[in-house]
């Protein structure tokens, strides 16, 4: 008896150290914070944190009436990029700088009501453009950049004669807008930079609106309920919002694995050569940024934030801000590889998640990318190979 | 300052002792000699202690627990929880008619529930009247919830999380038994108070039937006026086992408020099947329980609220050890392991036709140590996967869960 209490003790000892169950690789996973965070600035993470990813809104708690999600995280499970479920559907804006037609329900359709209500129906024969939710890691990067840095790469008039062109998508910003000193006012409009048309100028834009049009959640930044139409009482706190945003914005980047593999250094190489990185720009740097875990820092998203023409496949007859309704934002592609472990084990890529696999994307690319694309499909099967391993291990 | 207290408390030691007579206080043991004991009989069949030739018993049982948990490499650290203290007060009003009302703090207080608050009229064996604070006898944990029973620091997830267990809700109903050599058939009928909005409405991101316990006002008032239909039929061999099969459903939304219409009518349907048996050879106990929940979810809310739920457990429990053990005459160690699995969303997506995952399962091996058979000491290990709605890799959760739990 003595020798079996004695057993039993020992190993409970030793099974302390052993038995939660293995952290994941950080390269394997998008979410977790920036290394070099304070302990307040960590604190303010994990504030945002629950806010994100905990917090559920029911009808008790301001849900709806109408909404397309109940949480932030429903639609970016573990940061990452959305799955159908929670496609996003946006409509009324049918041309380049006129309004959002918010008479006929727009901007968004909230396609579902909390019981007792109806939800809102796409008015017939509006043109509709769906929007799978984006990843929500390496914001923060993005965020740091400013406007004269995403201007270097801006050429509307194709100077330079590649056939890429890239222009911004100038936005009018929203009341509560504050601009900050990297922002450029361009005659009461500034560059937008997130969203699938980077129609939202930053991220407290960008996470407003999510509350509003995603869930109907109002804040004193977005008084308006989607549904009624009418400013109602705020359902979101001023600080859940900062700290979302601040979550958003500390989230780490996602990190490329197996660098060093061959295979994936020919295909880096092949990105380069058939000239996708002409919009899926690699490399960028932050200036100083109020966040020090965020300045002076070297980072590797594969988007240049303009926009581009990707010719009438892809174009749903709707846009948003200045752009046309054939242009779209240049996706990030870092964390690509890992979008399956956010899209229930598959791929659902391209704006609405119409592509199942990278090169079905690849191959849905036209208008200034026809060139890239045609170069693809010339390539080798090996040379395919190598440059669909390198996105995947982006 | 410390010589004068110490009279005042020599003084009332003195008296307090001298008010205690332990020939007064009679302990009323579980009725082990009958095996003819339905899980039905679990709420009366409990050790009560009696005070001279007072009506009343009391009784109750205590669980604290320590847990060192984790997922996916981060741990919360050592914590100690006292999930449960719970006091049960029993009394014959007459020989035919008893009371008895069990209060649970849950948390160290955190919650306090009444969970049983009945009075029993016994007309015949076959036909009892209950009324009062009842327990919903769907499934067999709900009724046989005592943490002193169990080989495990955790209760199962399907019955606790997905069943609602301890869920008790105002009403009345009928039961009763009958006996044919070693064979026991009972049944058990009641119409209670229900479920509301919340099961589908609720900050889980879940269809969620637990998150009607929030509401304390279904112990004054029905949510919609509908009565809550809860039935059980079961059947006992001696040398076999018990299999109980049951029931639960009705309305369960406001679908109505002063006279004006808020909402259809929406049902929920819950059955559930429950066994234990014996196997006599080794002497390993077998208990188990799966149940099927069906929730009328409106067609335009969100797919986040499963139509369909399912899930259950079994444990398996082998004594190893029998006798007299560190001073105990008969102590028992055991091994044991439960099996446990819950679908929170059985469907499948309507935008892409993939499956809806949402679902867990876990492992868990056990030591257990009684030195008495109201009291028992367990060392748990759970290993869990959960899984999120879109069927994304599962969080990983698993740790050491230490406890003890005794009736008194």
Redesign the interface.
């Known amino acids: 008896?003595k020798k079996l209490i004695l057993i039993?003790l020992v190993c409970?000892a030793f099974?302390?150290e052993n038995?939660?169950?293995?952290?994941?690789a950080e390269n394997e996973i998008l979410d977790g914070p920036l290394k070099g965070l304070n302990t307040s600035e960590q604190a303010q993470f994990l504030a945002g944190d629950f806010a994100f990813n905990d917090?559920?809104f029911?009808?008790?708690?301001g849900?709806g009436p109408t909404?397309v999600?109940?949480?932030c995280g429903?639609c970016h499970?573990?940061d990452g990029k959305g799955?159908?479920?929670t496609?996003l559907t946006r409509f009324g804006q049918t041309a380049p700088n006129t309004p959002p037609n918010l008479h006929i329900g727009g901007p968004q359709l909230q396609n579902?009501?909390?019981?007792?209500?109806?939800?809102e129906i796409l008015p017939e024969g509006t043109p509709f453009m769906k929007l799978t939710p984006p990843a929500v890691t390496g914001l923060g990067f993005l965020s740091a950049l400013t406007d004269e840095q995403i201007l270097t790469n801006a050429d509307p008039y194709d100077l330079d004669g590649d056939g890429i062109s890239g222009v911004p998508n100038y936005v009018n910003p929203p009341a509560y807008f504050v601009p900050q000193r990297f922002h450029q006012d361009a005659h009461g409009r500034y560059i937008g930079r997130f969203g699938k048309k980077a129609a939202a100028i930053d991220l407290h834009h960008q996470t407003v609106s999510a509350y509003n049009q995603d869930m109907g959640i109002t804040s004193t930044f977005e008084p308006v309920d989607p549904f009624s139409g009418l400013a109602v009482d705020p359902e979101v706190s001023d600080q859940t919002i900062r700290d979302v945003v601040f979550y958003l914005r500390t989230l780490k980047a996602p990190i490329q694995r197996s660098q060093n593999d061959q295979q994936i250094i020919q295909g880096k190489t092949l990105f380069s050569q058939i000239q996708c990185g002409d919009c899926h720009t690699s490399e960028w740097t932050t200036l100083t940024s109020d966040i020090v875990a965020l300045s002076n820092k070297t980072f590797f998203p594969y988007t240049d934030l303009l926009l581009h023409d990707m010719g009438t496949g892809l174009d749903d007859g709707v846009t948003e801000g200045s752009a046309e309704t054939f242009e779209w934002r240049t996706p990030p592609l870092w964390g690509l590889g890992l979008s399956p472990?956010?899209?229930?084990?598959?791929y659902f890529l391209m704006h609405d998640g119409r592509a199942s696999t990278i090169e079905e994307a690849i191959l849905q690319h036209g208008g200034e990318a026809n060139t890239s694309r045609t170069k693809f499909e010339s390539l080798s099967a090996e040379d395919k190979t190598a440059l669909i391993r390198f996105l995947e291990s982006l | 300052m410390k010589k004068y207290l110490f009279l005042p408390v020599f003084l009332f030691a003195l008296v307090a002792n001298a008010q205690i007579d332990s020939t007064l206080l009679k302990r009323i043991p579980v009725d082990t000699s009958s095996t003819q004991t339905m899980n039905m009989d679990a709420v009366y069949n409990r050790p009560f202690l009696q005070i001279g030739n007072l009506p009343a018993s009391i009784g109750g049982y205590v669980e604290a627990d320590y847990q060192?948990?984790?997922?996916?490499?981060?741990?919360e650290g050592h914590s100690f929880r006292i999930p449960r203290f719970t006091l049960f007060v029993a009394s014959s009003i007459h020989r035919k008619i008893k009371f008895l009302s069990e209060i649970e703090l849950e948390e160290g207080g955190k919650q306090i529930s009444i969970e049983f608050a009945a009075l029993d009229l016994n007309f015949h064996p076959l036909l009892n009247l209950r009324g009062g604070v009842v327990m919903n006898p769907i499934g067999a944990f709900n009724q046989n919830h005592d943490g002193p029973k169990w080989e495990f620091v955790d209760r199962p997830i399907a019955m606790t999380e997905m069943l609602a267990a301890t869920w008790s809700n105002v009403g009345f109903g009928l039961y009763g038994k009958y006996y044919s050599k070693a064979w026991a058939f009972g049944y058990e009928a009641y119409l209670t108070n229900g479920f509301d909005?919340?099961i589908?409405?609720?900050?889980?991101?879940k269809t969620f039937l637990p998150a009607a316990k929030e509401n304390a006002l279904r112990f004054e008032e029905s949510s919609n006026g509908q009565p809550l239909f809860t039935g059980k039929i079961a059947v006992r061999n001696n040398k076999v086992g018990e299999i109980g099969l049951s029931y639960m459903g009705g309305i369960y939304?406001r679908f109505e408020e002063d006279g004006l219409v808020?909402?259809a009518k929406?049902h929920l349907d819950v059955v559930a099947v429950d066994f234990n048996t014996t196997i006599s050879a080794t002497k390993t106990y077998l208990v188990g329980e799966w149940a099927w929940v069906m929730v009328d979810v409106?067609e335009?809310?969100?797919?986040?609220f499963g139509e369909r739920q399912k899930g259950g457990f079994v444990d398996i429990v082998q004594p190893i050890l029998r006798g007299k053990?560190?001073g105990f005459d008969k102590a028992v160690f055991s091994l044991a392991c439960r099996l446990e699995y819950v679908d929170w969303n059985v469907g499948r997506?309507e935008?892409?036709g993939?499956n809806i995952?949402d679902d867990l399962w876990a492992v868990v091996p056990t030591?257990s140590f009684r030195p008495v058979s109201q009291t028992v000491i367990r060392?748990n290990?759970r290993?869990m996967q959960q899984q999120?709605?879109?069927?994304?890799?599962p969080a990983?959760?698993?740790?050491?869960q230490?406890g003890l739990s005794s009736y008194f």
């Open positions: 008896m039993l409970l099974a302390c038995i939660i169950p293995e952290l994941p917090e559920v029911s009808s008790g708690v849900l909404f999600a109940t949480s429903s499970a573990g799955h159908p479920f496609t579902r009501a909390i019981p007792g209500y109806t939800p472990n956010s899209q229930g084990g598959s | 060192y948990m984790g997922q996916d490499g981060i741990t909005n919340s589908i409405s609720n900050n889980q991101n939304n808020l909402d929406r409106p335009t809310y969100s797919q986040q053990l560190a997506f935008e892409t993939g995952s030591i060392l290990y290993y999120d709605i879109l069927g994304n890799p990983k959760i698993g740790g050491v230490f």
